[in-house]
T-cell receptor, first 109, second 115 residues
Framework: LAKTTQPISMDSYEGQEVNITCSHN???????ITWYQQFPSQGPRFIIQ???TKVTNEVASLFIPADRKSSTLSLPRVSLSDTAVYYC??????????FGAGTTVTVRA | DAGVTQSPTHLIKTRGQQVTLRCSPK?????VSWYQQALGQGPQFIFQ???????QRGNFPDRFSGHQFPNYSSELNVNALLLGDSALYLC??????????????FGPGTRLTVT
């Protein structure tokens, strides 16, 4: 699976937009990009998945440039409840998920 | 519709003991995966069960074993517990035909403490 690099932590304030960029320089042609969210003492939760360009759902947007060597998860107008760890995963549909350390996002009032 | 459930919530064991953790998948799901999450780290894949067989395994010793029952529920067994086995153990399930789709549904986990 392609290795990913994302910031260890990010701070924000309520109502702001949070953008987390993930680098995956050796992404393969068949790889998808997926993001999970995890709250303390809970299991990860699927947020969004994309292959190229832009994907949007009710929770977030995922921006993928043409070269697909990076991707950006955008969380619009965050609230305190968005404080969590966000994981970027890259790979084809596979039997296992490979998580890195993730990005800890802290939203302050 | 109940999501993925796991039991027990917390567990304290002594080094050398054995432990069994249980997981019931989300309704309609037939594939169960187990992950270990140490404090401050991302989850690490242990193995996955499908049709009562271990389909794929991560880099974990044979002390970690599992089972899947005809109703798709699953157990994770860990023998000869080490202090380093202390972690949150997560179970995840996915839909039929989804194979290894990244949209796996996770349970709340079992917090295992080995003393």
């Amino acid at each position: 699976l392609a290795k990913t690099t994302q910031p260890i932590s990010m701070d924000s304030y309520e109502g702001q937009e949070v953008n987390i960029t993930c680098s995956h320089n050796n992404i393969a042609t068949n790889d998808y990009i997926t993001w999970y969210q995890q709250f303390p003492s809970q299991g990860p939760r699927f947020i969004i998945q994309g292959y190229k360009t832009k994907v949007t759902n009710e929770v977030a947007s995922l921006f993928i440039p043409a070269d697909r060597k990076s991707s950006t998860l955008s969380l619009p107008r965050v609230s305190l409840s968005d404080t969590a760890v966000y994981y970027c995963l890259v790979g084809v549909n596979d039997y296992k998920l490979s998580f890195g350390a993730g990005t800890t996002v802290t939203v302050r009032a | 519709d109940a999501g993925v459930t796991q039991s027990p919530t917390h567990l304290i064991k002594t080094r050398g003991q054995q432990v069994t953790l249980r997981c019931s998948p989300k309704s309609g799901h037939d594939t169960v995966s187990w992950y270990q999450q140490a404090l401050g780290q991302g989850p690490q894949f242990i193995f996955q069960y499908y049709e009562e067989e271990e389909r794929q395994r991560g880099n974990f010793p044979d002390r970690f074993s599992g089972h899947q029952f005809p109703n798709y529920s699953s157990e994770l067994n860990v023998n000869a517990l080490l202090l380093g086995d202390s972690a949150l153990y997560l179970c995840a399930s996915s839909r039929p035909g989804s194979g290894g789709t990244y949209e796996q549904y996770f349970g709340p986990g079992t917090r295992l403490t080995v003393t």
